[in-house]
C-alpha cells in the first residue's frame, strides 16, 4: 500500500522554511544553467536568422573571417558572371563586392569604446539581405558620405543615431537610415557605399569579400563548388549559413564555464537537499515507526521520503524557471570577429522543462539516500526516537 501525496505535500508545508530555503538553493542552480542556456541558445538565433541558404560568401582562400580576407575588384568582375548566380530585376547578377572593417564607439554611459563593423557594400548587397528593412530615414545615396546604422547601434552607441554626424575613416558621415534585421547580426553593422568606404580606409583595390546569390539552395551548393574549383578565380567559397554558424563558436567558452559553474552549483544543492532529507528523517522517525504499525512497507516508506525530495527539487526547478524568465528578449553583446554582435536571450519550453528535469535530476540524487536510511529504520527503535 502507497502512503498518499498528500502526507509528503503537508510536510513540505510544515517545513517551509526549510523548504523554502532549499528550493532556492535549486532554483539559483536551475536558473544559471537556464541563463547560460538562453544566451547561447540566442546567439545561434541571430547567427541563423543572418544567413540565406541561396547565399554565397566567397572570401580568399583559407580565411575564416570577412576582417581576415582579401578579394580583389579583378577577381569580383571574373566571379560575377558565373554561371549559377541569379540575376535581378535590373538584369544585372546578384553579385556584392564588400569591404568590412571596424571602428570604436563609446557605449551610453560608457566611456570605453566598443569595436563596431562597418560594412562597405554594392546595391544589389542591400537587394540580397532580404531580413534586412528601413525603420526609420532612407537608404544612403551612392558616391556620397551617407551610412545607415542597425537598430541594436541606435540604440546603444549615442554618436549612431539618426542625423548624426559619425567619424569614419578619414571623413564625417551623416547617419540617413536605421535599419532592422529582425533579429540578424545586420542590426550590429554600419553600412555605406562601399566605394566611399574603401576609398576612406584605402582599400580602393582589396576588398574583403563577395556575396553572391542563386536562384535556390541547390544551385547555392553547386556555386560553392564551382568557385572553389576555379583555379582561376583562386577565391574560397562557403554557404553563408554555414559561415554564420562558424561564428556561434564565439560563445563557446562561455557556454562551457556556465555549465561547469551550473554543474558545481548542482553538486551544492544536492547535498542541500540531501541534508535537508536527512533532518527530516530524523525529526520523522516516530511517525516511520507508526507508519510501519499501520501496514506500510519498507519500500512504501523508501518511495515515500524520495519523492518528497523530488517535489521538493520540482519546486526548485520551477522556482528557477521564474527567476530566469525575465531574461527572455533582453538584449546584450558579445565579441564576435574583433567586433561586438548584439542579440537577445532565448528562453524556450524546451529550455525550461530541460532546467525542471535537471532540478528534479537533483532531488532524485539528493534524497535517494536519506529515503533508504528511513526504510531501514526498525519499528522499535523508530518509536522510541524523540
Same mark, same amino acid.
Given at each position: ?150 537598430? &541594436?547601434?541606435?540604440?546603444?552607441? *549615442? /554618436? @549612431?543615431?539618426?542625423? +548624426?554626424? =559619425?567619424?569614419?575613416?578619414?571623413? !564625417?558621415? #551623416? ?33 574583403? &569579400?563577395?556575396?553572391?546569390?542563386? *536562384? /535556390? @539552395?541547390?544551385?547555392? +551548393?553547386? =556555386?560553392?563548388?564551382?568557385?572553389? !574549383?576555379? #583555379? ?155
Amino acid at each position: 500500500m502507497a502512503i498518499p501525496l498528500t502526507y509528503n505535500l503537508r510536510n513540505l508545508v510544515v517545513r517551509r522554511t526549510t523548504t523554502v530555503m532549499t528550493a532556492l538553493g535549486i532554483a539559483l542552480t536551475v536558473a544559471v544553467l537556464l541563463a547560460v542556456l538562453a544566451l547561447v541558445d540566442g546567439l545561434r538565433v541571430t547567427l541563423a536568422t543572418s544567413g540565406d541558404p541561396r547565399h554565397v560568401l566567397v572570401m580568399r582562400k583559407g580565411a575564416t573571417s570577412e576582417l581576415t580576407s582579401l578579394v580583389t575588384r579583378m577577381q569580383f568582375q571574373d566571379l560575377k558572371f558565373k554561371q549559377g548566380i541569379a540575376t535581378g530585376a535590373d538584369g544585372q547578377p546578384l553579385a556584392s563586392v564588400e569591404l568590412i572593417t571596424i571602428i570604436s564607439l563609446a557605449a551610453e554611459g560608457s566611456d570605453t569604446g566598443d569595436n563596431v563593423t562597418i560594412r562597405g557594400l554594392m546595391p544589389a548587397g542591400i537587394a540580397m539581405r532580404h531580413n534586412v528593412r528601413l525603420v526609420s530615414g532612407r537608404w544612403f545615396r551612392q558616391g556620397v558620405y551617407e551610412a545607415v546604422v542597425g537598430k &541594436s547601434l541606435s540604440d546603444r552607441y *549615442p /554618436d @549612431a543615431r539618426l542625423g +548624426k554626424k =559619425l567619424r569614419m575613416g578619414r571623413s !564625417d558621415w #551623416t547617419i540617413v537610415g536605421v535599419m532592422d534585421a529582425s533579429g540578424g547580426a545586420q542590426a550590429s553593422e554600419i553600412w555605406g557605399d562601399v566605394n566611399q568606404v574603401s576609398a576612406d580606409w584605402n582599400r580602393v583595390l582589396y576588398l574583403s &569579400s563577395a556575396l553572391v546569390e542563386a *536562384p /535556390d @539552395a541547390v544551385t547555392a +551548393k553547386a =556555386l560553392v563548388n564551382s568557385i572553389g !574549383d576555379d #583555379t582561376r578565380l583562386d577565391l574560397g567559397a562557403q554557404m553563408e549559413t554555414d559561415y554564420f554558424a562558424q561564428q556561434t563558436q564565439s560563445a563557446t567558452p562561455i557556454e562551457y564555464t556556465g555549465i561547469f559553474v551550473a554543474v558545481i552549483m548542482a553538486v551544492g544543492s544536492s547535498f542541500a537537499a540531501m541534508n535537508t532529507m536527512y533532518a527530516a528523517v530524523a525529526r520523522r522517525a516516530r511517525e516511520i515507526g507508526t507508519l510501519r504499525v499501520l501496514g506500510f512497507s519498507k519500500l512504501s516508506i523508501l518511495t515515500s521520503f524520495w519523492l518528497e525530495s523530488v517535489l521538493l527539487a520540482g519546486l526548485g526547478g520551477v522556482a528557477g524557471c521564474l527567476l530566469v524568465l525575465p531574461l527572455n528578449g533582453h538584449t546584450t553583446e558579445v565579441g564576435a570577429n574583433f567586433s561586438q554582435l548584439a542579440f537577445a536571450f532565448h528562453i524556450t519550453p524546451g529550455s525550461m522543462l530541460a532546467g525542471v528535469l535537471f532540478a528534479i535530476a537533483l532531488g532524485s540524487v539528493g534524497g535517494l539516500f536519506p529515503a533508504a536510511a528511513a526504510a531501514r529504520k526498525e519499528i522499535l527503535s523508530a518509536l522510541r526516537e524523540t
